[in-house]
Each structure stands twice: as structure tokens, then as C-alpha cells.
């Protein structure tokens, strides 16, 4: 097992601080950015404290708070999330662990915006579970996301896989999503390298999303990571995809290979823009609906850059000093 010690000592500020910050994810999606700005400031413990009290300003978060307590008592169901974490034999890592990704702690740079849960929910994460041997902070440290389009041709598989497998024989982590097409190809050629890949998830880490892929999330688990800022036992809703993508875009830099017009992927490259990351796109045919949102992307924006080899990509990392 590689380097996961945590800086704290096992206690019980070691698990209050914990369940309290699993309990916070149950009150609200990650990235509230009020709710991680009142942890950021007084702790989780604290935090939770006023949020249960109703002590906070935001009426939208105090209705929110109201309505999830209604149902159960989340600090009850954090313990059980983190027994059921101990179990699996995965681990939830916390800002101040020697695990803890730092390049994560940049997504307090964005601004959130006004459509909605999806925008507003830009903030760092309170706390990650993990399940794979290898060190977070290691794989982040290093790192380049692989995203693209679910219903990805031929040549985006082959390109996909190609640019990972090239990537990862030099050193890089590859992060994706996970998810069929693009997110797959880039896992595969990951490991198909004998490198390291991170697969982020937007649901429990005990059940990893899409079921169609659990051989290659074995895989992952065995070689790599699964990641997750949800407890187990959590459904893949919708909007946790959205939410999900601000993670895969605090990898070192982003690659969009194949995306349509309005995806998930054009959204996490866009988050790697906000950043200022290296945001990088492969073009594809003109006459393909998959590749629209990578030449959108280009035309929009002077800080892309298109790329078609890993030698590109690497020439750009560099650039950005990575």
C-alpha cells in the first residue's frame, strides 16, 4: 500500500471530524459553497452544529437543511456510512490527510453560478471516499483527465485509448469518469500500460456506475482508484454527473476527445478553462455530431488547445509547468 497514512491520529476528534463532514455531504450536494466556506472557517463539527440549529443566513439552504432532516437523522446515517466505508475496506480521506489531492483545493477559485444546483456547487469537496491501494494525492499529482463523449465512434475508442496508454507509459495518472465510451477506452489504456488511472464516480463507491463496466471498475479497484464524493450507498441521480465533473477537472490538465455540442465533457474541459488548466482537444471529422463540442470549443476558446498526439499533450503540461 502506497503512502496513505493520514497526518491525524485516529480519535475521537480523528472520527467526529469525519462523520461530521459525511454527515454535511448528506445535507447538501458537494461544493456548497457556503457550507464549505462555514467548515472552511470553523470545522465540520461546528459547521454541522449551525446547520442543524438553522444558524445560518441563506433561507434556500436553511429549506434544504429542513427538508433532509425530516427524513432521518443525519448524523446517525454518517455513522452508518462510515462503518460501511470500514467495511468495504475503502477509506474517506479529508483536507489535512497526507492523502488529500491538493490540486482539488483549487476548485475554491470558481465562481458559482446562477442556473441552478449543477452551478452553484463549485466548492471543494469536504471529503472523498476511496477505494484502491495506490495514494490519491500521488495519482493527482501527476495527472492528466481523458473525457469525452458516452456514445464515442471507432476512432474516438481508438484515440481515446491510444492517448492513455501512451500517457501512462510516461508517468501520467489517468482520471475519468468512468462512464461507457470515452471515460472506458481511457481506463483501459491506462491499464492496459501497467499505468495508474482514477476513476471518479458520481455515485457510491460500493456500487460503482455503469453496472455494464464492473469488470473494468475490478480492475480499477485492483490497480488504481475509485473515487467518489459521496457516501456509499448513494444513487447516481442526475445531477451528481454535473457536480462530478468539477473533479476529474482539477486533474493536472484536461483531453476532450468527442463530445457533442452540450455534454458532460464540454462542461468538465470548461471547469479546466475556469481553472486555467491546460484544456485540450482532439479534432474530429466535420461531419460528426460527436466532435461538435470539441470544434466549439476551439473557436471559443483562445486558451485551448488542440492536440492530436501524447507528445502534444505533454508539450502542453509542460508548458503550464506540470
Known sequence: MSNRANSSTPGSNYEADRIARAALTLLTEPGHPTVWSMVHQHGAPTALDR???GDIADPALRAAVKARTARGDVRRSAQM????TQRLGARLVVPGDSEWPAPV???AQLEPGSNGLVAQNTAPPLCLWVRGDRSLSEAFARS???VGARAATAYGVQVSTDLAYELAARGWSIVSGGAFGVDAAAHRGALAAGGLTVAVLACGVDHPYPAGNSALFDRVTADGLLVSQWPPGTEPLRHRFSIRN???AAAGGTVMVEAAARSGAVQTISRALDLGRPAMVVPGPVTSAVSAGCHGIL???PAARLVTSAGDIVTE???AGY
Do not use: E, K, P
Not at 456510512?81 to 460501511?84: E, G, I, N, T
Open 299 to 301: 473557436r471559443a476558446n
Open 105 to 107: 483545493d483549487d476548485l
Open 51 to 53: 446547520l442543524l440549529t
Open 246 to 248: 468539477r473533479l476529474i
Open 81 to 84: 456510512a462510515w462503518r460501511r
Open 317 to 319: 503540461l509542460s508548458r
Open 144 to 146: 492528466v483527465a481523458v
